[in-house]
């Protein structure tokens, strides 16, 4: 009697909801209470320091050293009335999660006692002994050290006892080794080209922001019951499990009413990620059985990132208060829903326009197409590289799937936009801009009600869909930093406005007016970029000839995948923007290679042990106590009588047989195969031998290890099922 299992089980469906109390006050009262935001900033900081503190962050002014410690001196002020005893460098290595090191605030005194003391020094740089972060060769252990140096342009924030300072996080010799530095540049580079390209239109403007909402999918699982599943432990997913008899095909989870328990937990996360100055907003029930969303307001990309990665672990944290596990893996469960995390993403200026937002003169129409048709462009020449962005041994598991993103990069527009498109493509130049009298220009350019977000319009297949006034990049992972996306994205878009800008200008030297000029490369852009559109099912089977025959990146292996990042195309687009050099580019993939490898080999070994001390040695005794019965049964009948009588018992005796036997041997030949593989020196090559050979042993393996699971005595198989992982009362 498998009695762990029965335990968990029935504690997790006894469990009740944890009552949480809301703060008195309204959450714009309490929004950003642990955030030393402007208001703080004017509170405790003398004017003229608060003055070139906030020049720092608006206009990226270098910190002047000499007000550092005045900053840091209100800092800790300030965060000593909450009670706060240590600081640390928040930053983002290429580990997916975010690295911190506590420091206290305390320093001797020079009287043989200590005392509280936060330097700017130590707000602006520090060098955390950071060589075992994964760095791809970058700098050995016995080469020089690494930095973090603060961004002002993400507030200071408190967590707990710990103010935590968002940083970057860079080599001695000036590399990257971390997401938010080439984040940084990626937005710089975003903002100056397109702010050039804002001047056609707009020659006010001075600051171009990328905007990125992103919307959080992840499943809860009651945490008794993850304790007693290893796979999940370990690696964030189930590798084996036979679906429930029932999951989400009545559909009837989506949108429906949150478990009391859930939303215990969700009003709790949202309580304090809006403390935290998270603008949380939006929260629902997902398609597959206990799988959810949180989304915020969007925010300036760099500050979303921030608060991404802080949500995700925040609810780590909220959802063991709950007796829940958090589960961001993007493919926790086969058979259901996996989660993805939607980037919303667009461009906006300092004086309010957003500008993937269709206007309502002809001109403002004309901006609008600019960006759109731009944005097309940088997405269609880096298809393959922004699929590389968002891939990983964990999202593999989703894209491609019959329920999300397929493994290509395409983009949807909706019928309206669409149609202006078309109707740019097949005018002539003459019809679309004509001299109109003594308004100078007139243009022909149809009018596209504001925003279109209209749910009938939508094409949920699509990887990179345009919304109204935004771009959706669906394909990125629950799990991800949403930086790496972004980077690459931006970088593109960045890329792409320069690019565009040198063309126009170039007809307005030979005497175009500026807007035949601007229409003129629109013109050629749109009949370029047509490969990237596509408004049909992109889960079909015809999508994946036809996207073959266009010419987009149809590639499905993970690990080569992470080629794109060093094509001639990718390593011109990431220097000639500032954001990373060839060198910064091969060490980032040296690391992407080595974690794909270390997932596969990790959910491998958690497999074999599994196999050899949960599976076999169950199925094995039931498969002995069926044995028993047919003897039993001989004694009792005579012979003709007892054949029939266990003729049911024989079949199942040698099923299990037959499974175990596949299970054992296949185990055996996994283990050779990663010996084989291990001993490749050459990450890249390494990787794909574990995603060649290695991946799919796992699912062979577990197929039969579904079947015994159906075949054997429920009250002896010791792992929980999915009907009971699932389904939360
Ligand atoms: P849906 O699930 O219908 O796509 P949600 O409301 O769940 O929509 O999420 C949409 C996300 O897009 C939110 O984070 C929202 O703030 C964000 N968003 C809305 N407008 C923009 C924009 N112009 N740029 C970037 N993000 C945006
Ligand atoms: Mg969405």
């Known amino acids: 009697m498998s009695t762990l299992r029965f335990r968990v089980v029935e504690k997790a469906f006894q469990a009740k909801p944890l009552e949480v109390k809301a703060p008195s006050e309204r959450p714009s009262e309490y929004f950003g209470k642990y955030v030393f935001n402007r208001e703080k900033m004017f509170k405790y900081l003398p004017s003229q320091v608060y003055a070139k503190l906030v020049d720092a962050m608006d206009h990226g002014a270098a910190l002047d050293r000499s007000i550092a410690d005045e900053v840091a001196a209100g800092m800790k002020r300030w965060a000593t009335e909450l009670g706060v005893t240590h600081y640390t460098h928040w930053f983002q290595p290429l580990t997916e999660g975010t690295a911190e090191k506590h420091d206290s605030f305390i320093e001797h005194d020079g009287k043989g006692g200590v005392m509280e003391e936060f330097s700017g020094k130590l707000l602006v740089q520090q060098e955390p002994d950071a060589s075992s972060f994964p760095n791809g060769g970058i700098r050995n252990t016995f080469e020089a050290r690494g930095y973090s140096a603060w961004d002002p342009s993400s507030p200071v924030f408190v967590v707990d006892d710990t103010l935590c300072i968002p940083t970057v996080f860079i080599a001695y010799t000036g590399e990257s080794l971390d997401y938010k530095a080439p984040l940084l540049k990626a937005l710089r580079a975003v903002n100056k080209a397109a702010v050039d390209v804002c001047h056609y239109f707009n020659p006010e403007v001075k600051k171009v922001m990328a905007y990125l909402g992103w919307e959080q999918e992840y499943f809860l699982v009651d945490e008794g019951l993850y304790a007693a599943r290893p796979d999940l432990l370990l690696t964030g997913r189930t590798l084996m499990g036979h679906e429930a008899s029932k999951n989400q095909q009545l559909e009837d989870h989506y949108f429906g ?187 022909d350019i149809p009018q596209i009600p504001e925003l279109l977000i209209d749910n009938t319009d939508r094409n949920r297949t699509s990887p990179f869909a345009f919304t109204g006034n935004r771009f959706e990049f669906r394909a990125v992972g629950s799990e991800a930093n949403c930086a790496s996306a972004m980077i690459a994205l931006n970088t593109a878009v960045a890329e792409q406005l320069t690019l565009f800008k040198q063309e126009v200008d170039e007809l307005i030297e030979r005497g175009e007016t500026k807007v035949a000029a601007i229409v003129q490369i629109i013109r050629k852009y749109i009949k370029e970029c047509k490969p990237i559109r596509f408004d049909g099912n992109g889960y079909s089977e015809e999508w994946k000839e036809e996207a073959a025959r266009r010419g987009l990146d149809c590639e499905t292996s993970c690990p080569i995948i992470f080629d794109q990042y060093l094509t001639p195309a990718a390593v011109q687009m990431f220097e000639s923007a500032g954001v990373m050099t060839r060198k910064e580019l091969e060490a980032r993939n040296e690391v992407k290679w080595e974690t794909y490898t270390k997932k596969i080999q990790i959910e491998a070994r958690v497999l074999g042990d599994l196999v050899m001390n949960h599976v076999v040695p169950v199925a094995t005794e039931y498969q002995s106590k069926l044995v028993d019965n047919v003897f039993k049964l001989k004694g009792i009948f005579l012979a003709e009588m007892a054949d029939k009588l266990s003729a049911e018992n024989l079949a199942i005796i040698t099923k299990i047989a037959e499974h175990t036997t596949y299970i054992k041997e296949h185990v055996d030949s996994m283990v050779e195969a990663r010996k084989v593989a291990n001993k490749i020196a050459d990450e890249r090559e390494k990787a794909i031998a574990y995603h060649d050979t290695i991946a799919p042993m796992l699912e062979q393996i577990r197929y039969h290890i579904d079947k015994l699971e159906l075949i054997v005595d429920d009250q002896m198989w010791t792992l929980p099922k999915y009907r009971e992982l699932l389904f939360i009362r």
């Open 257 to 443: 009413a949150i478990p009391t328990r859930v939303a215990a937990f969700m009003k709790d996360l949202e309580i304090q990620a809006l403390e935290l100055g998270i603008p949380v907003k939006t929260r629902h029930n997902e398609v597959a059985p206990n799988q959810f969303e949180l989304a915020p307001i969007f925010e300036e990309c760099n500050l979303a990132v921030d608060h991404n990665m802080l949500i995700m672990s925040l609810m780590r944290k909220v959802a063991r208060t709950h007796g829940f596990r958090v589960l961001l893996h993007e493919k926790p469960f086969k058979g259901v829903n996996g989660s993805g995390k939607h980037n919303n993403w667009s461009l906006g200026t300092d004086t309010g326009i957003l500008l993937m937002a269709p206007g309502k003169t002809a001109d403002e129409n004309l901006r609008f197409i600019t960006f759109i048709v731009n944005t097309l462009m940088a997405v269609y020449r880096h298809n393959g590289l922004l699929k590389a962005s968002i891939m990983s041994a964990t999202n593999a598991h989703r894209l491609g799937a019959n329920e999300a993103p397929p493994a290509i990069i395409s983009s949807f527009l909706g019928t309206q936009l669409s149609r202006v498109l078309d109707h740019m493509e097949d005018s002539t130049l003459d019809e679309l801009v004509s001299l109109g009298g003594k308004h100078g220009m007139k243009l």
